[in-house]
């Protein structure tokens, strides 16, 4: 996996015959007490090595389009202008990419948070994606297809097991953070790109230390032992994580290290 070419807000990678882009919808400064420890109180003291932005933690608000040349599927939307103004650019990201909105057929939802689905409603008002076919979502978050989503629910496809997307994509249910969590791995020859939501949030610490847990987390026993099962599973050979809250481009591949782990970015040229 190469990066190929980006700018500011997005970033393309060449994965066998498909190309992943990393699409930038901003970010959201957070509170640090939003971080458990096993016993689920909040954590103290915060490590040194956990940056903070005015005592705050800064988090990446990344989606990522898979493109086989002929179909395109787009997991998650960002958060569109439902919450702080520092998210909602993933629109112009797309336009920057070369990436028409009239061609996403296919969205694919890790979980039904704000920051992770608001986008399929555009600024304006109008459905993001005119010609929106299907949207695949875990079977547990369907019921928040509601209020100013509700328009969508005769496209959602619920998952509820392992289930195939397209003959390169497979949705995983990896529940815990909310009832319908889900990772979606992408298949090309031999190697495989997992795609994941909300399983890590601060990933200066939680590579490290996965027991540390999140504030929002539905059931923090079921997000770790996730969390725990992703990881391991993704220090095999060729095999690479693309995260919502990873640090911007948020592509990587995983090593063990220690008792915990360790991310290393993968580049990509900016044009």
Known sequence: ??????????????????????????????????????????????????????GRL?????????????????VDTGASNSWDPTMGELPEGMRVAGIDRELITDVAITHTHVDHVNGLVAADGSDAFPLLERIFVGAGDVRRFDGNLARFRDRVVPVAEELAVTPWMTALPTVGHTPGHTTYDVRDGDGHLLIWGDTIHVPSLQFAHPEVCWELDDDQTLAR??????????????????????????IGRVTQDGLGYAVEYLSCPTV
């Open 58 to 74: 800064r988090l990446s608000v990344n989606a990522f389009l898979v493109d086989d040349g002929e179909r395109r599927v787009l």
């Open 225 to 250: 032992a996730g969390r725990a099962a992703l990881l391991d599973r993704l220090t095999r050979p060729r095999h690479f994580v693309a995260g919502a809250h990873l640090d911007w481009p948020g």
């Open 1 to 54: 996996m190469r990066g190929i070419g980006g700018s500011a807000r997005h970033a393309a990678y060449e994965f066998g015959g498909l190309t992943v882009v990393a699409l930038l919808d901003g970010y959201i400064d957070l509170p640090p007490s939003r971080l458990r420890d096993e016993r689920g109180g909040v954590l103290s003291p915060l490590p040194g090595e956990v940056p903070l932005v005015d």
